[in-house]
C-alpha cells in the first residue's frame, strides 16, 4: 500500500490527536488530510466542519488513488461530526479505520451504545492505543477487527540545558481543565507553597480553562512558583523537555498521552495516573511512577522522592528512554503499512 492511498481525517485545532497526525506527516509522502475541525467560536466551528465535509467529499471524488480513510477521534461531538466523514467515504466504497483517541470513550459509548455502535460496525477497523482499550472494544463486540496502533512521537530534538538557576523544573502538559488533574496539582502546590518556594517551578502549558489557573495563581500568590507558558509546540515545546527534571500528568481519564512519550524520549522521568492506557506505557517503579488520581500527597511524595533520590530517578530515565523506541514514528509507520495491506487484500 502506498502513502497516495491513503487520506486521513482529524481535526486542526490544539491537541494530542493533531500532535499524532503531524507526527504522521513527517514520514508519510504525499501526506493527505482533510482537517475536520478548528479551535474557535462555535460559529467558526460549524462554518469550518460544513465546508470540511464538502472538501471531502470532493477530495474523494477527483482523487482516484484514495482506497483507505484513516479517521482519528474522540469522543462526544468529534464522533459524531466524524460519523458524517464514514458514511461519505463508505459511499465510495473506501474502506474505513476509526482510530480512537479518547480517554473517556467507555462512558461515552455506554451513554449512547445504539448509535455509537451503527457507526462502529460500519468501519473496516477500529484503531485502540493500548491493549487494555482493545479488551474495552472486544467486550463491545469488536474482538476481530481491533488492533493497537501505538501512538508515535518524533526524534527528540535535544539541547543543551540552560544555565543551571538552582531550581528543580516540574512540566506538566495538557488541556487546562479538571479532567487532567491539573487543578488538583495547583492545589498541592497552595498546600505547599513554603516547601516548593525558592527551590521548584511548575511549568503549565496548554489550553482551555487558562483563565482560571491564572486567576489561582494571582489570588495565592504563585507567580513565583508557578510559570504558565500557553500552548506549547515545536523549539518552545523542545526546550521545555530539555530543561525539565520531571514531567506530570495526574489525569483521571486518558487514552495514552503523546506528552508522557515525548517526556520519556528526552529523559524526563514521569509521575502519572494508572487510567486509560497510560499503564501500557509506564510501569510503577521502573520507568516512571503512579500515584493515585486526586491524591495530593502522593503527589507532592512523588516529587520530593525524584528529587532526593537521583540514581533512583537515573533508573527510571534509562529505562523510560528504551520504552520511548517503540513508539518513533519510524517503528509505528511500519505497523501502519502492515495494517493497510491487511486491510487492502480483505
Given at each position: 500500500m ?10 486542526k ?5 493533531k500532535?499524532?497526525?503531524d ?9 493527505k488530510i482533510?482537517?475536520?475541525q478548528i479551535?474557535?467560536s ?7 466542519a460544513?465546508t470540511a465535509?464538502i ?5 474523494l471524488?477527483?482523487d482516484?488513488q484514495?482506497k483507505?480513510?484513516?479517521?482519528h477521534?474522540s469522543?462526544?461531538?468529534s464522533?459524531?461530526r466524524k460519523?458524517i466523514f464514514i458514511k461519505?467515504?463508505?459511499?465510495f ?8 483517541h ?16 451503527k ?5 473496516d ?7 487494555q482499550w ?10 476481530d477487527?481491533?488492533?493497537v ?6 526524534e527528540?530534538?535535544k ?6 538557576d538552582?531550581?528543580?523544573h ?11 488533574g491539573?487543578?488538583?496539582?495547583v492545589?498541592?502546590?497552595i498546600?505547599?507553597?513554603s516547601?516548593?518556594?525558592?527551590k521548584i517551578?511548575f511549568?503549565?502549558?496548554?489550553n482551555?480553562?487558562?483563565?482560571k489557573?491564572?486567576?489561582l ?13 500557553g500552548?506549547v509546540?515545536?523549539e518552545?515545546k ?11 500528568l495526574p ?5 495514552v ?19 486509560g ?7 510503577h ?10 491524591n495530593?500527597?502522593?503527589m507532592?511524595?512523588?516529587?520530593n ?15 523510560a ?6 513508539y ?19
Amino acid at each position: 500500500m502506498d502513502d497516495k492511498n491513503i487520506l486521513f481525517v482529524g481535526p486542526k485545532g490544539k491537541g494530542g490527536i493533531k500532535a499524532v497526525t503531524d507526527t504522521y506527516s513527517t514520514e508519510f509522502n504525499p501526506f493527505k488530510i482533510i482537517y475536520s475541525q478548528i479551535d474557535g467560536s462555535r460559529a467558526t466551528k460549524t462554518a469550518f466542519a460544513l465546508t470540511a465535509y464538502i472538501r471531502f467529499f470532493f477530495k474523494l471524488l477527483s482523487d482516484r488513488q484514495i482506497k483507505i480513510v484513516h479517521v482519528h477521534s474522540s469522543a462526544r461531538g468529534s464522533f459524531w461530526r466524524k460519523a458524517i466523514f464514514i458514511k461519505i467515504a463508505l459511499l465510495f466504497n473506501k474502506k474505513v479505520i476509526f482510530h480512537s483517541h479518547s480517554g473517556s470513550f467507555k462512558d461515552f459509548y455506554h451513554a449512547n451504545a445504539k448509535k455509537a455502535q451503527k457507526i462502529l460496525d460500519k468501519c473496516d477497523t477500529i484503531v485502540a492505543l493500548s491493549e487494555q482499550w482493545r479488551d474495552f472494544f472486544k467486550s463491545i463486540g469488536y474482538s476481530d477487527n481491533c488492533v493497537v496502533i501505538n501512538n508515535p512521537i518524533t526524534e527528540p530534538q535535544k539541547i543543551k540545558r540552560s544555565p543551571n538557576d538552582g531550581l528543580k523544573h516540574i512540566l506538566f502538559i495538557g488541556k487546562i481543565c479538571p479532567e487532567k488533574g491539573v487543578f488538583d496539582m495547583v492545589d498541592m502546590i497552595i498546600e505547599h507553597k513554603s516547601d516548593f518556594q525558592g527551590k521548584i517551578c511548575f511549568h503549565i502549558a496548554g489550553n482551555d480553562q487558562v483563565e482560571k489557573l491564572q486567576a489561582l495563581i494571582e489570588k495565592h500568590e504563585l507567580s513565583s512558583i508557578v510559570k504558565y507558558e500557553g500552548w506549547v509546540a515545536g523549539e518552545k515545546k523542545s526546550h521545555l523537555f530539555n530543561n525539565s527534571d520531571i514531567f506530570i500528568l495526574p489525569s483521571y481519564v486518558e487514552g495514552v498521552p503523546v506528552s508522557i512519550l515525548e517526556a520519556m524520549s528526552y529523559g524526563v522521568p514521569v509521575i502519572a495516573t494508572d487510567v486509560g492506557g497510560v499503564a501500557s506505557v509506564v510501569s510503577h517503579d521502573y520507568n516512571g511512577l503512579f500515584i493515585e488520581p486526586g491524591n495530593k500527597e502522593q503527589m507532592f511524595a512523588a516529587i520530593n522522592r525524584l528529587i532526593k533520590d537521583e540514581n533512583f530517578k537515573d533508573e527510571l530515565v534509562a529505562n523510560a528512554l528504551k520504552t520511548s523506541e517503540n513508539y518513533k514514528m519510524s517503528h509505528v509507520k511500519k505497523t501502519l503499512t502492515h495494517l493497510y495491506d491487511n486491510i487492502a487484500e480483505a
